[in-house]
Each structure stands twice: as structure tokens, then as C-alpha cells.
């Protein structure tokens, strides 16, 4: 088998990085690991140059043929990441090292859970070992794998990796069959709170509209840039993307971009991100250039449900942070991450430091779910 680490997304054929991540050209669980989209931050500018992303991706192939891969990224930083490594760079140069650069197998600015060891699952223990093998090499202090799959937390931990786990709010459709039938889950005052929510947002006057495939345009996303642009300098001072992404994903990804308007008199006021996989729908960016009562809920949040419900798709996930999802139906969810650190005493402290944090955070997820807003059953009093 060849080993090697390539510079460019490019450097490999779409038809071959993409057969990693599904089958006989179905839709993949999520599309944020695809060809297509790794190559619209790259050709974009998103990642590359200053960013602080530098495409390193980790490939195998035995006689040619593309058998497993990893996206990876040296990091000159540790934003856009949403799993936060800023107390072990601080501890590391406290020390007397230099934490920056680190490996990064992720999807830049994206905290969705997906596979990050592609292709065959038997070449898993070697993708990390290449990985491990090369941060140490170099003199790197670390590799991270984030947002991984439970399956991949699992293998490396086999492989002498530390797993760290965190948490994000999903919602997961229980055979509700529609919003109504979602509704009927609740206990009566979530109900009629997300009710008024709806209507409230509902009344701004305009219409709502979601879009995807050949309903999008070019002037959809000169609207959407526009949101963007003032939803991230609000946020986090600049923001990730380049307007030349928005164009890309209209070239390549409109069949894996749903984007929900609220438009009055034909303008867009306000706009939500979504990207298509196969289960699940994941909310990625919103934006608005007038404010309006709850309309973030109804775009971020409920559209989303809905549409998830009409079109078969189980889950929904909306992102980083937010214990605001927890009133409207988005329960904890386990977030995996890997970390490897070359040094064995610096690996030894992280190890008891993500320990410790792993208790917090279970403890927490099960203090959420008791605030979940869904009915209690018979032996916990009916319906709350």
C-alpha cells in the first residue's frame, strides 16, 4: 500500500474520493466529506493561503486504486474548529513548546458529525497510525480528529488515541409523520408556546420559502451573502467563507444545499443554511438584515423539521451551542472527538483533564433530558 499526504483535494479524482463516501452514487450521510464540497473551500480560497488551513489530506492506495482516505489540515490556529483545544495550546506553550502547527482531520467551519476515516473499514487503524506517525515525525505537539463517528471513536481508542466527548442539540424524528404529530409528543404548554413562536414569526409580513436544486439562483445567494456577512461579524468578528464558496455550491452542490427564505415582496430579509445528507438535514448558517419576532426559530429550527418530515429524512441537526434547541424539541447529543499527543507525560495530563470533563459532560446530557419538553409517560404524571 502507498501511504502519502497530498496538498490539494484536486489531486484526486472526484469519482474515486466519492466512492469512499457512498456507494454506487447515492447521497452520503452527510456531504460535507465530499469531493465537491472540500473543493469549493479549496477553489474558494475559504481554506488555504492565510487561513490557516492548509489541505493535507491522507490517502491510501494499493496499485493505484484509491482505497481510504482522511481530509486533514495543518492548523495554524484553532478556530473554526468548535472543539476547543485552547486550554492544552495554552498548557503546551506555558511549557515552553510551540503548539501551533497541529494536524486537523476535520471539515473546516462545520460541527457535523461524520466520517473522517473514509473508504474501506479495515484500513481505519492504519489512517491513524499514518497520522500519528507523521505528527511525530515532524515534531508536531498533535493530531485531532473531530466530529468523528462514535464507530471511529471506538477504533481509536484501540489505537491508543484519547477520546473526548462533547455535545450538541439534535432532533430526531420518533415516527411523528408531520409538525402536528411532533407537536402531540410535547407537553401542552411547549405546545402552544412553539404554536405562538410560529405564528408570531409567521406574521412579518412576507411569505416563507424553501429551496433547493434548480429552484436555487444566483441572486439567492447575493441575498444570503449579505446575511452571512452580518450574522459573523456580529459573532466572531470575520467571517469563514468567501463569497466565491456561495458561487461554487451553486455550481456543484444545489442538490445538497436546502436554503430557507423569508422574502417580503419578492426581497430576502432573512435566510437559513441547510446542507442535504441521506438521514439527516444539517443546519449550518442564518442570517437577516431586519429583525422580527422569533423568526430565527421559525427558519433555523421549525422549517427545518418540517421539511425533514416531508422529505423522509430522520434527523436534524442544528449545529454548535444553543440551549435554546432544548425548548423546541432538540435534545443532547454525544459529540466524539480523537487526540493524539506524541509527548507521553503532555498525553498523560490530557488524558486525566478529558476524563474528568467526560463525567461533567455526561452529567450534564442527563440533567437536559430532564428538562426535555416532551410528555412525561403515566408514572411521571401525564402530560406536564
Known amino acids: 500500500m502507498d501511504i502519502a ?23 452520503p450521510l452527510d456531504p460535507f466529506t465530499t469531493h465537491r464540497f472540500l473543493a469549493a473551500l479549496e477553489d474558494s480560497r475559504s481554506v488555504g493561503g492565510r487561513s490557516g488551513w492548509e489541505a493535507k489530506h491522507l490517502t491510501i492506495r494499493q496499485e493505484g486504486r484509491l482505497l481510504a482516505a482522511m481530509p486533514l489540515y495543518a492548523k495554524g490556529h484553532s478556530q473554526g474548529e468548535y472543539i ?3 486550554a492544552f495550546a ?34 481505519r487503524p492504519i489512517l491513524l497510525r499514518a497520522l500519528a506517525e507523521v505528527t ?3 515534531n508536531l505537539s498533535s493530531a485531532h480528529v473531530t466530529f468523528c463517528t462514535e464507530d471511529e471513536a471506538a477504533v481509536g481508542v484501540e489505537e491508543g488515541w484519547l477520546h473526548r466527548l462533547t455535545q450538541q442539540f439534535h ?12 407537536l402531540s409528543a410535547l407537553s401542552s404548554r411547549k405546545r402552544k408556546t412553539i404554536r405562538r413562536e410560529r405564528a408570531q414569526a409567521q406574521a412579518f409580513g412576507g411569505e416563507i420559502r424553501a429551496l433547493t436544486g434548480d429552484d436555487l439562483r ?28 456561495f458561487d461554487r455550491i ?47 426559530f421559525e427558519l433555523c429550527y421549525y422549517q427545518a423539521i418540517d421539511w425533514a418530515l416531508a422529505n423522509g429524512l430522520r434527523r436534524v441537526e442544528a449545529g454548535a451551542q444553543g440551549e435554546h434547541k432544548l425548548a423546541r424539541g432538540y435534545l443532547p447529543s454525544a459529540v466524539h472527538s480523537l487526540h493524539w499527543f506524541p509527548d507521553a507525560r503532555f498525553r498523560q495530563a490530557v488524558d486525566d483533564y478529558l476524563q474528568a470533563e467526560t463525567a461533567a459532560v455526561g452529567d450534564e446530557m442527563r440533567i437536559l433530558e430532564a428538562y426535555a419538553p416532551f410528555r412525561r409517560g403515566p408514572q411521571s404524571g401525564g402530560d406536564q
Not at 503546551?92 to 510551540?98: E, K, N, V
Not at 441572486?219 to 463569497?243: C, V
Open 90 to 123: 495554552d498548557a503546551w506553550q506555558r511549557a515552553g513548546g510551540s503548539y501551533y502547527p497541529k494536524l486537523q482531520s476535520a471539515v473546516p467551519f462545520t460541527p457535523a458529525t461524520g466520517a473522517r476515516l473514509l473508504g474501506d473499514e479495515a484500513l
Open 218 to 245: 444566483p441572486e439567492h445567494w447575493d441575498a444570503f451573502w449579505e446575511f452571512y456577512q452580518d450574522t459573523g461579524s456580529r459573532k466572531w468578528g470575520t467571517p469563514y467563507l468567501t463569497r466565491a464558496f
Open 250 to 296: 451553486q455550481q456543484t452542490m444545489r442538490d445538497d444545499t436546502l436554503l430557507i427564505l423569508a422574502e417580503r415582496d419578492g426581497q430576502p430579509i432573512a435566510g437559513a443554511l441547510n446542507f442535504i445528507g441521506s438521514q439527516t438535514l444539517f443546519g449550518r448558517y442564518w442570517g437577516c438584515t431586519e429583525d422580527h419576532p422569533c423568526l430565527h
Open 5 to 27: 499526504i497530498i496538498d490539494a483535494i484536486s489531486q484526486v479524482a472526484a469519482k474515486d474520493w466519492d466512492g469512499l463516501c457512498a456507494q454506487d452514487g447515492a447521497r
Open 84 to 86: 476547543f483545544d485552547h
Open 136 to 138: 511525530g515525525a515532524n
Open 171 to 182: 432532533w430526531q424524528d420518533e415516527g411523528y409523520g408531520d409538525f402536528d404529530g411532533f
